[in-house]
């Protein structure tokens, strides 16, 4: 009830909210569509999820803090990243005055072309710094297991970093040790995500939020059934890094 409570009192609540049951609109209209639907119940479905997009309240990000970062990478992308989000905002208001009425002669696609182009680039930065987190942790957690192993009088095994007596180019042996360097990667890296909860969740959200630019801008056609159900899981993920403030990733 606490949570609920503190999630309640944040500003970005509602639009949370309102985002979630945007898709959610989304894919249920999808989902009468296909099912035969009555066409005044999908026209009603679909009145809605734009009032819901009308509705929502964006507030700008500010990239004043990441600035001041000392990591170069981590600043570089998550002050591109809230540039380009403030510039999708933008674009997004324009596209509520015109369809709002405010604005009657503004070209609603172009603007929406426009508005999404830099959503897409915002999430490539964010997916960009997330790749960047994890091969750093990838490294940390790798380093620490060789200092376990060498600490326990043991060893990293001699294939793994080396290609043995024979040489990299012996036949039979290439393959197999490039196997399972890439298992042994893989485990790492599942082990990194189990271990940074925040992380995986950015990763998981940001993939998510990926499709709809990529579906909008005619560059990957996902469906609007697709479209809806990753803007929804995205939302639920928001929304619960409101709940539980210590899965949002910082910084």
């Known amino acids: 009830m606490d949570a609920w409570v503190r ?8 639009e949370r909210l309102c985002r979630a049951a945007q898709y959610a609109c989304s894919l249920l209209g999808h989902a009468l569509q ?15 999820e734009g009032h819901l997009s009308l509705g929502r309240k964006h507030a700008l990000e500010s990239a004043k803090r ?36 405010l604005a009657p002669r503004v070209d609603q696609e172009k603007w929406a072309q426009r508005s999404f182009r830099y959503y ?19 490294e940390q957690e790798s380093s620490a297991c060789s200092r376990r192993l060498k600490g326990s009088g043991g060893g990293a095994p001699r294939g793994i970093e080396t290609a043995g007596p024979g ?24 082990r990194v995500l189990r271990g940074h909860p925040p992380l995986l969740l950015d990763v998981v959200r940001n993939a998510c939020d990926l499709f709809i630019p990529l579906d909008k801008l005619g560059l990957w056609r996902c469906g609007p059934g ?26």
């Open 120 to 138: 897409l680039f915002s999430l490539i930065m964010n997916l960009s710094r997330d790749a960047y987190e994890i091969r750093l942790l990838m």
């Open 66 to 101: 990441a600035v001041h970062l000392s990591d170069v990478v981590l600043r570089f992308c998550i002050t591109v990243s809230h540039l380009n989000r403030a510039l999708y905002f933008a674009c997004d208001n324009v596209l509520w005055a015109g369809k709002s009425g």
């Open 34 to 48: 296909k099912h035969g639907a009555s066409p005044e119940l999908q026209k009603q479905i679909r009145q809605l």
């Open 167 to 190: 040489g990299p180019g012996t036949p039979g042996r290439g393959l197999p040790q490039l196997a399972l360097k890439l298992q042994l990667r893989v485990l790492l890296l599942a």
């Open 7 to 14: 999630f309640s009192a944040q500003s970005q609540a509602r």
């Open 226 to 251: 697709i479209v809806g159900l990753c803007g929804l899981v995205s939302s639920i993920l928001s929304i619960l890094t409101l709940i539980c403030p210590w899965l949002r990733l910082k910084p």
